[in-house]
């Protein structure tokens, strides 16, 4: 009888499966009304924008990179379309392609600097972290509360599923963005030559892949993605403030590295990013329904499981090598 072998790269994302759905049981043993398809849709509603950015950085983090500048795009986006909305009359149907045309661009200037001057990623996205959120303050240093009736509408208005549930938009656009990005990662060259980036970028030269090109892309697609995230948010929040999403990127990156992406880059699963986000989700919902904790318990669950990870990404590793070495 042939046996069943696991292939190593998958332990990660079937743990952070199995792990949310054991939180979620957990909850639903505990709490009356947690084991509800809507509880599980409010975490959907209330993470659409992290799923839209986590996505993003699981791009970066495949190809080996660091984005750190995320959360000030994003805090960029919802204050210049406030202002813009509400200080200049424009109309929605410009500001919302104009904000993604600006967040694509700005991934694309920050993959450019990577790979033509062959700087660390961290530095750039720094940089780009401290100009994005400083200009947040150029635009204002008070909140911009956003009256606009389409944006109102999106933000207020319930689709309405089977067995009285609902979802918001914001669902609708991070779903759309999910299953986009699992074609293009696996269904495509590009996602072909981001895997093989992150595996062995001088390799994949050789082999005559396309890899700035497509590192300065996976930058620009991040930025796509922070831009969509951004929009996201501003309908969520309704106001542009400099200080929204402060730490949001910490956020984004442990999602994908709970998802089984590791931080060496070469693998990583666009899945098991959304379950990354569900899981700190089901953490959020646990405090909530538990009523008297802090919600800082979430940050702190969160580490914990980091840490897990990691050391379980390392054992991974180790073990491939030491089954290939004797190989």
Known sequence: MKRIQLSYKYINLFITIFLFIALFAVGSGLYTGFFSAQVLLNMLIDNAFLIITSIGMTFVLIIGGIDISIGSVIALVCMLSAYLLEMQHWSPFIVIPAMLLMGSLFGLAQGSF?????????????????????????????????????????????????????????VLIAGVLVLAALYLINY?????????????????????????????????????????????????????????????????????????????????????????????????TLIMFQGTLSSWWTKIAIAFLLCIFIVLQRIIIARKERTKAIA
Do not use: W
Request: aromatic letters at 14%; a neutral charge.
């Open 114 to 170: 990577i790979h033509f001057f062959n700087i660390q990623p961290f530095i750039v996205t720094l940089a780009g972290m401290f100009l994005a959120r400083g200009l947040c303050y150029v635009i204002s240093i008070d909140t911009i509360m956003i009256t606009d009736p389409f944006y109102q509408q999106v933000a207020t208005y319930r689709i309405p599923l089977p067995f009285e549930t609902f979802i918001s938009i914001s």
């Open 188 to 284: 495509t060259k590009f996602g072909r030559t981001v895997y093989a980036i992150g595996g062995n970028a001088q390799s994949a030269m050789l082999m005559g892949l396309p890899v700035g090109r497509t590192k300065v892309l996976v930058y620009a697609f991040n930025g796509f993605c922070s831009a969509l995230a951004g929009i996201v948010f501003s309908f969520y929040m309704l106001s542009g403030y400099g200080l929204h999403a402060v730490g949001l990127e910490m956020d984004a990156i442990a999602s994908a590295v709970i998802g089984g992406t590791p931080l060496t880059g070469g693998v990583g699963f666009v899945t098991g990013t959304v379950f990354g986000v569900l899981i700190q989700g089901v953490i959020q």
